[in-house]
């Protein structure tokens, strides 16, 4: 059921999607610092903990991006509709961004599990 709903959302959603590049569209919900040297460790941390939060939902899928500064892990639905994003900056420096909308998604995706591994990696790996 919640995938018909999640597909539904999708295409009564138009084409249009927001990135991360759309600031005004996400919220800092979790930010902390690490050390550098663990950087990509943290990176695969998330990875894995998003990873095994929505086996059941085919359409949630998790990604990690390699970017200049270091890396990007984010869930998105039908990797079109960003969810969750996390940064992982080189520096150390580690904050997870929420999509303001999530929440009106007509009550189907809960971001409690990401944000919960976010905080578990951070506990982890915490400078």
């Not at 919640?2 to 005004?24: A, E, P």
């Not at 949630?60 to 940064?87: C, Q, W």
Request: aromatic content about 10%; some cysteine; charged content about 25%.
């Amino acid at each position: 059921m919640k995938f018909i709903v999640l597909i539904g959302l999708l295409i009564l959603s138009g084409c249009s999607y927001s990135t991360r590049q759309d600031i005004d569209q996400f919220v800092s919900v979790n930010k902390g610092y690490i050390k550098p040297a663990d950087v990509s460790v943290f990176a695969d941390c998330l990875m894995d903990g998003f990873s095994q939060l929505n086996i059941m939902l085919t359409a949630v899928t998790p990604r990690k991006e390699t970017r200049a500064n270091g890396y990007r892990v984010e869930t998105t639905i039908e990797h079109k509709l960003l969810i969750m994003s996390a940064d992982v900056i080189n520096d150390g420096k580690v904050e997870l961004f929420e999509y303001k909308n999530s929440h009106s998604l007509f009550g189907v995706w809960s971001t409690k599990g990401e944000k919960e591994a976010f905080e578990h990696c951070l506990t982890k790996y915490k400078k």
